[in-house]
């Protein structure tokens, strides 16, 4: 295997490992199925240290293990129920947010103001997503699913976003200088 391979694959396992770290650590907010995570923030990191393809590799590879039990979704939850539950949207929601940031990334190399862009953006399509599984799953209306999984989240959202912008850009240089990403 040659080692720009295995440099790849590690960037990846240890990515899907910082997810699993840092997924499963939330808060629960008694107006809300949805806890505050942390989880979209290991994403913004692993989208922007490997970008579109590789970070959302790294995510699905975290959305399998937590869907065949491990506990490294929120609250240290696992399975296919947690699919299937109130925060099942979000869950998926999030492979579009690996996607759509991960692209501005590659898009628009060292331009940290467009990777916050893809951020956001990726983060409406969650949120899109997200709230409109947990209408249907908890049977509220748009406006209160909005208010128990969206308005509370976006101060956060946007301070995660700034951190991974910063120190994921950092991170991804210092690799890149190391040699382990092209």
Known sequence: ???????????ISLMTA???????LSLPI???????????LAIYFAVVILGWKNGTISYLVYLFIGFAGMPVFSNFTAGPAKLLGP???YLIG???MALIAGFFVEK???RIYMYMVGMALGTYVTY???TGWLAWQANLDLKAALFAGVIPYIPGDIIKMIIAAIFGTT???????AGYLA
């Open 1 to 11: 295997m040659k080692t720009k391979s295995i440099s790849t694959l590690t960037l």
């Open 18 to 24: 910082v997810i699993c770290i840092l997924g499963p």
């Open 30 to 40: 008694p107006i809300s199925p949805v806890p505050i995570s942390l989880t979209n």
């Open 87 to 89: 925060t099942g949207g």
């Open 94 to 96: 999030f492979i579009f």
């Open 108 to 110: 628009f190399p060292d």
């Open 128 to 130: 899109i997503l997200g």
């Open 171 to 177: 991170i991804r240089k210092r690799i890149k200088k």
